[in-house]
């Protein structure tokens, strides 16, 4: 009975977080049905609800030690529904298409193509030491906030509707496909999985909490907009100012030792060949 009830308890464990991961596959489903009707406005918060729902899905497997090897494999999938395909519909139905015709299509395909070699190297990377401080290229969820956040702020503050205003076009060009590079760049984005938010106290995080909430009740695109910019300025940052250059001396370090062992493999073969010929030598005198 025992056996029974703790066989019990660990698939209603796996169950949860894959209901969460199912919820935020409908949703992606959603905004590809609402993108290729219009309304852009449903399809980018059901977008953002679906990224909510996936942030949560992982910690709560964790929680409720429901991890599986299904359920990531099953994360990824959605994952590339939701932020792969549908936000390559949106950006295509809502301004790319219109603007760009061919161009746009690809524009499209480059960032479909990009979300799903990002997540086929997140599971390669899933156990490594490095993937839990860090995303190697931008995780999906926020590359698709790229494509996104910019349909969000331009109904909110400009107008409903298809983007027809061409330098904005142009610039949400660019931010479509620079997500799609992103995603499969060597460019380190934080998981925050290793910051103790609550090593000083729990005063500043509450704080900073009350802060982004107050902000996304008032002006969410302006806020959510805001987030994205500070993210990507952050993953740079570390990046190219912090990591990269520890990484470049660890390497001249690493180098330096194998010059340092091929010099003594190179000795040691010297010192044999000299032994070898005073034994030779040796012997011809006798």
């Not at 490594?128 to 290229?137: A, I, V």
């Not at 949400?172 to 090593?199: C, I």
Request: hydrophobic share 50%.
């Amino acid at each position: 009975m025992s056996e029974m009830d703790n066989e019990a308890r660990r698939r209603s464990a796996i169950f949860l977080p894959n209901a969460i991961t199912t919820a935020s596959m409908f949703f992606g489903f959603y905004s590809m049905q609402q993108s290729m009707e219009g309304n852009f406005v449903h399809a980018t918060w059901a977008l953002m609800i679906a990224a909510v729902l996936d942030s949560l899905d992982g910690r709560i497997a964790r929680l409720v030690k429901g991890t599986s090897e299904f359920g990531e494999q099953y994360d990824s999938l959605a994952d590339l529904v939701s932020f792969g395909v549908a936000p390559a519909i949106l950006a295509i139905r809502w301004c790319l298409n219109d603007q760009f015709g061919e161009f746009g299509w690809a524009a499209g395909f480059i960032y479909l193509a990009g979300a799903a070699i990002r997540l086929a190297r997140f599971n390669v990377l899933i156990g490594e030491e490095q993937s839990r401080s860090y995303f190697k290229g931008m995780p999906s969820p926020c590359a698709a906030g790229l494509a996104v956040i910019p349909v969000m702020v331009y109904n909110k503050y400009y107008g409903l509707g298809p983007c027809e205003v061409f330098p904005v076009a142009v610039a949400y060009l660019v931010s479509v496909v620079g997500a799609g590079v992103l995603m499969v760049s060597p460019v380190r984005f934080r998981t925050f999985k290793d910051v103790h938010f609550t090593k000083y106290g729990l005063a500043l995080p509450l704080f900073i909490f009350v802060l982004l909430l107050t902000g996304i009740f008032l002006r969410p695109q302006a806020t959510f907009f805001g987030g994205l910019i500070a993210y990507l300025a952050w993953a740079f940052l570390e990046t190219f100012l912090m990591l990269r250059p520890r990484e470049v001396e660890q390497r001249i370090k690493r180098r330096e030792l194998r010059k340092k062992k091929r010099e003594e493999k190179k000795l040691r073969k010297q010192k044999m060949r000299e032994e070898k010929m005073r034994v030779i030598s040796g012997d011809r005198q006798e």
